[in-house]
Each structure stands twice: as structure tokens, then as C-alpha cells.
């Protein structure tokens, strides 16, 4: 029965868009906490060896095989979407046998250091539109995308609807994909547009800030400016107190030789007197 919805949802998707449609679907896989995840040697893909299914991540986005169907998600517990084997990432195909967690029947005798035989799996046309899905250069891989750790505080209740996680995952993960597949699932399901309004307020509080930034210099330029003033003006207040403390200490030494001068005239006065009354005698 689901595997009949599937496959009308496919039918709906192939006639509205070439590649995908971004349908929520029930895989029947529950992960209830972020999950271990480990580099697939030689391609840019984790695998979950804790999962029981076939479940990957790549360019920013997890994966899962049922053995018939790829599904993919901004978040490791869904929602999933149905992906066309036209829009599912090269590198996905690339992934050998050994990390498929739970490999279909057909798999059986297939080496397990190398990809899935999916050209007898898919047909001919398929091969036709993937004739090179299996060749390239060993040397030049593309680095992995950063894992989408923050998640791993989301579990249980605190797992988010599938209305909020384009927001969330927007703030949190500032991850562009690279390949074009993967950046199509992006833009269907609102994570690019989401990236792109969250970028355009951190710009505008980027601004905001920087405003605030310079005003800040202009007030501190202008407290330093001050500051200068009055250490100019403090300098002449010393030099004015320093003066008239020179000032005063010449006006207490006058005073004092004042002094000194009026003890000698008083002694000399008194002296003629003296002698005036001696000569009066």
C-alpha cells in the first residue's frame, strides 16, 4: 500500500517537476536521537552504522534507501520527501555495498567494497541518463559537509514541526550545498529562501551594528577630545595656582623684611631717644 502511494506520488511529481516533489511521507523508520554519524571512505557521505536502515548524509541533507525508493530530509527524523532516482546526488550512487545497513535481496553477490549494480537495478534508461556515474577521478573528492550537530539538542518533545525547521535550521546551519541536486531540494523545501531572509536580517543587525560602531568612536572621539581640553585646562590651573603660590610666598617674604625693617626703626628710634634724653640730663 505505501509503496503504491509512492509510486502515485512519483507519477504526481514527474508531470508537476522533471526531477522531485517536496511530499512528506511516513518511511517507517523512527530515530529518536541525533545519530552517530561516519565518514564513507572515498566519497563525501556519511553513513549511520547505528541506524537499522540504509541512512546517509551528503551536502548538508540526510538520505535513506528502502531498497526501492531514496527519500531525503533537512532533519535526521523527517519529515521525508520522496526523491526521483533522477534527482538523487551522484555521490549517493557511489556509496559501496558495505554501508547499507539493511541491503535488499538484490544486493546478493555484489562486492561489498563497491557501488550497488544499479544499472540492472534501474534499466537502461536509467543508465542512459548515468552513463557516468561511476567514473571519475579518485584524487579530487569533494570535502564533506559540515555535520548539522546543533540537532542533536532537538529530540523527543523538543523536536520541531515541520513548520518551524526551515526557520531553525536556518539559523543554525549556514551550510550552502554544492551540488546542484541537493541545492534543488533546498529551494523546494524552503531552506534556501529561509537561508537567504536569515542572512538579510544578520546583514541588517550587521549594519545596525557597525552604525552603532561608529557613533560609539565619534562619542569616545569626542570624550578624548574633551578629556584633552581639560587636561589643558587642568595644566593651566596648576600653572596659575603654582604662580600665585610664588606670589604669596613673595608677598609673606616682604611682609616679613617689612617687618624686619620697622624692629630696626623701632630700635633706632629708640635709640635716639636715649640719647636725647642723655643730652636733656
Known sequence: MRKALIAALLLVATSATPSFAWVSVNIGINIPTYPALVPVPGVPVYYAPGVNANYFFYDGMYW??????????????????VVAPAAVPVYLWRVPVRYYRVPPPYFHGWVAGEPPHWGEHWGPAWVNEHHDWNHWDHRYVPARAPLPAYQAHYSGASYPRMEAQAQIHAQNYHYAPHDAAVRAHYEERGIAAEQ???????HNVNREQ???????????QQQHAVNKEQHTVNQQQHNVNQQQHEVHKEQQHAQQQQHEVHKEQQKEQQHVNK???HEHH
Open 64 to 81: 535513506n534507501f528502502d531498497g526501492t525508493q531514496w527519500y531525503s530530509s533537512a532533519w535526521y527524523n523527517g519529515p521525508w520527501g
Open 196 to 202: 537567504a531572509r536569515v542572512t538579510r536580517e544578520q
Open 210 to 220: 557597525a552604525h552603532v560602531n561608529h557613533e560609539q568612536a565619534h562619542v569616545q
Open 275 to 277: 640719647e636725647q634724653e
